[in-house]
């Protein structure tokens, strides 16, 4: 049984890092019926799901090293600006004290909070011209708003990061999309790093690495193929679908917890 919650967890994680349905809220949810892993466990299958979005945009950031090209530069410093946001707010509000609440009422919200304000979202970016640059603002807000996921469990990091750039002009989905996963790379880089130095020494010694390998293993492969449907999914298709997908199971476990 270990074997197969090790499994389904790296399953679950590498499908919800990057679609728009929270990875933490999603995990919170599992660990509560299959019992917690070790923080070491999650930073591992999170470095997993990582690693798969630096394979599936390899081309397109190897394309922006390019630093002779001026589109590229413009690029990346918009990048570094979503980044720096990030890590100052980031930072502040852990000397702050905040926190992820781990009970499931607070997912069940933001689940459906943010199943309501994708639908918002996507009815008033509709109204909108096209759009596929990023502008200084977006970049902001993209970094702003990566913040939100730290701080509320079922916000999602890639929701609040995608909806922001639209919100703030770049209304074609792709586009936004890639700007959103290419922020979460140095951004999940950092949070990773970050996460294993509070981690006791202690904990090292015992993880079972055989599980740790395997659901590193899984998410990475399974993170992969999400992300990479899901940017063939964008190209003509809403975020609807996750819209009604968040609000259906955020409804299911308010439910549920009320009866727990």
């Not at 720096?84 to 930072?91: A, Y």
């Not at 708003?145 to 916000?155: H, M, N, R, S």
């Not at 996963?181 to 020494?201: D, N, Q, R, S, W």
Request: hydrophobic share 55%; charged share 10%.
């Amino acid at each position: 049984m270990d074997t197969a919650h090790t499994v389904l967890l790296g399953v679950v994680e590498g499908i919800s890092e990057f679609l728009p349905i929270s990875s933490t809220g999603h995990l919170l949810i599992v660990e509560h019926w299959l019992g917690n892993r070790s923080e070491l466990f999650n930073v591992g299958i999170q470095s997993g799901a990582m690693l798969a979005v630096i394979g599936v945009f390899w081309n397109r950031l190897l394309q922006l090293l390019d630093l002779r090209q001026p589109q590229n530069r413009d690029y990346l410093f918009k990048l570094a600006l979503a980044f720096g946001v990030t890590m100052i707010g980031g930072l502040t509000v852990k000397k702050l004290g905040w926190s992820l609440p781990e009970a499931l009422t607070p997912v069940a919200l933001a689940l459906i909070v943010g199943g309501i304000a994708i639908l918002a979202i996507e009815s008033l970016v509709a109204k909108r011209p096209p759009n596929g640059s990023i502008s200084w603002q977006a970049a902001f807000w993209v970094g702003a708003c990566q913040i939100l996921a730290a701080v509320f469990p079922g916000t999602s990091r890639s929701a609040a990061t995608i909806f922001a750039a639209m919100l703030a002009g770049t209304t074609l989905r792709p586009a936004a999309t890639e700007f959103a996963f290419l922020v979460g790379v140095p951004t999940m880089f950092a949070a990773t790093g970050y996460e294993l130095l509070k981690i006791p020494h202690e904990e090292f010694g015992s993880e079972p690495w055989g599980d740790l390998a395997l659901g590193f293993l899984v998410s990475a492969v399974v993170a992969f193929i999400a992300v990479k449907w899901l940017l063939r999914y964008v190209q003509s298709h809403r975020f609807t679908l996750f819209a009604w997908y968040r609000i259906v199971v955020g409804i299911v476990l308010l439910v549920v917890a009320r009866q727990s």
